[in-house]
């Protein structure tokens, strides 16, 4: 039986898809005793976890190297392995294409795969972030093309990954998971395979779609707050009112009220994308997310913004956008990470590109990226760099690797669009927030 399988830690586990969400799965499942194969498509990771090679900065290097080695974790490109195990995470991308409909192909193509190879008392699971129904009406009539039936020979399940990447307290570990079964058999083995894995609570909700939801309604909470306050930061720099100190005088009241922070946008892979699932799915019930919608169009409009008060900024001291040197510090979308997945910083470089100005981007994190089919070097962080610049603009709030009193003390002129700076206690005319 397989409940005994997982309960023993006897069960192979298998992940499908070894990027920020799998394989700090992988990993944990591991480290709880159970035997763990990665899989993906790109034999660059599959080399480098069969190296112990970490690329993730939320596994620690020295966990994968010793699991590795201890033959607890593998990792394959060959999906006819799927067969040799007893339960299955999917965590492959479920991106939104140009139009803001979501991509299904990935997860769709993943389960064409397992169905081939499905075999009796196996627990599959879905973990990418998707719409509510895709788990009964999407993925479960293709792993029925096996001649299986679900809840009797097989079982499915929905558990929304929690993923916080560089977040120093919430690990995959400790953060408190959500499963929904197809049926009650699903539900049982799902959440006791996790609380075989985790040291956090796992909550059961009554049908996949709960949990579904819970995990769009998790973000689409943030992306509304967020374009508010961005709204906010707008109409306070043209009433010429501090913002930053706004939101710290609020936030001393001790309820009813939660801080959030403006800045040149939203990024990762989570905020700008989840909440347009469920978009995408109301207009099946003949209902726009109107809200939704609005807080999407606020958050888009925030790198055009930046780039505006930039211009405004170079106006009053005479100087032209065009031909200016622009120091952009920071292209990964959140602070003290490697992650440049729709990254605001990015649309803002593109814009001020786009306007013909010079810029130089100096990100700790990152050595080289793409934009526009264009292969960009960052640069080191040097006096010379920083006063050759027309106009510092601070994008991400990387704390570790800056010398951000180096840039105060030589910059022209700063645009701190995160407000890093106060925050560090550092302060001088030349600082301007957003």
């Not at 492959?92 to 064409?112: G, I």
């Not at 490697?338 to 990015?346: T, V």
């Not at 013909?356 to 994190?365: C, L, S």
Request: with cysteine; glycine share 6%; net charge neutral.
């Amino acid at each position: 039986m397989l409940s005994e399988k997982i309960s023993t830690k006897s069960a192979m586990i298998g992940v499908i898809g070894l990027g920020y969400v799998g394989l700090p799965l992988a990993v944990e499942k591991a480290k709880a005793g159970f035997k763990v194969l990665g899989f993906d498509v790109q034999k660059r990771k599959v080399d480098m976890v069969n190296d112990g090679c970490n690329y993730i900065g939320d596994v620690v290097d020295k966990d994968l190297r010793e699991l590795v080695r201890d033959g607890k974790l593998s990792a394959t490109f060959d999906f006819d392995r799927l067969s040799e195990c007893d339960v299955i995470a999917i965590c492959v991308p479920t991106p939104l294409n140009r139009y803001k409909q979501p991509d299904l192909s990935y997860v769709q193509s993943t389960a064409e795969e397992i169905s081939k190879r499905l075999r009796r008392e196996t627990l599959i699971v879905l973990e990418s972030t998707t719409y509510p129904g895709t788990t009964e009406e999407v993925l479960k009539p293709i792993l029925e093309k096996s001649g299986l039936k679900c809840e009797e020979d097989f079982y499915l399940a929905f558990s929304p990954e929690r993923v916080d990447p560089g977040n120093a307290l919430y690990k995959t570990k400790n953060t408190p998971k959500v499963v929904g079964g197809i049926g009650p058999k699903s539900s049982e083995l799902a959440k006791m395979l996790y609380e075989a894995v985790l040291n956090a609570p796992v909550f059961v909700t009554k049908s996949p779609k709960e949990a579904e939801l819970s995990k769009i309604l998790e973000n689409t909470f943030r992306i509304v707050n967020i374009a508010l306050i961005n709204e906010m930061a707008i109409v306070a720099e043209k009433m010429n009112i501090d913002i930053w100190q706004t939101i710290e005088a609020a936030a001393t009241k001790p309820f009813g009220f939660m801080p959030f922070y403006p800045g040149p946008g939203v990024g990762g892979h989570c905020i700008p994308i989840d909440p347009f699932y469920l978009t995408y799915k109301a207009r099946e019930y003949d209902y726009h997310t109107r809200l939704i919608e609005l807080a999407g169009e606020i958050n888009d409009y925030m790198p055009e913004y930046v780039v505006h008060r930039v211009m405004n900024l170079l106006n009053d001291k005479r100087k032209c956008l065009k031909c200016s040197q622009v120091l952009l510090l920071g292209i990964t979308y959140k602070g003290d990470i490697d992650d440049l997945r729709e990254s605001p910083a990015l649309k803002v470089l593109k814009k001020l590109l786009d306007k013909g100005a010079q810029v130089r981007v100096v990100d700790p994190y990152v050595e080289e990226f793409d934009i526009e089919n264009q292969r960009i070097k960052t640069d080191a962080l040097t006096v010379d760099l920083v006063r050759n610049s027309d106009i510092v603009v601070i994008t991400t709030a990387h704390k570790k690797k800056i010398d951000y009193q180096m840039i105060v003390q030589n910059a022209d002129l700063i645009f701190d669009t995160k407000n890093i700076l106060r925050s560090l206690g550092l302060s001088g005319e030349n600082i301007v927030t957003l």
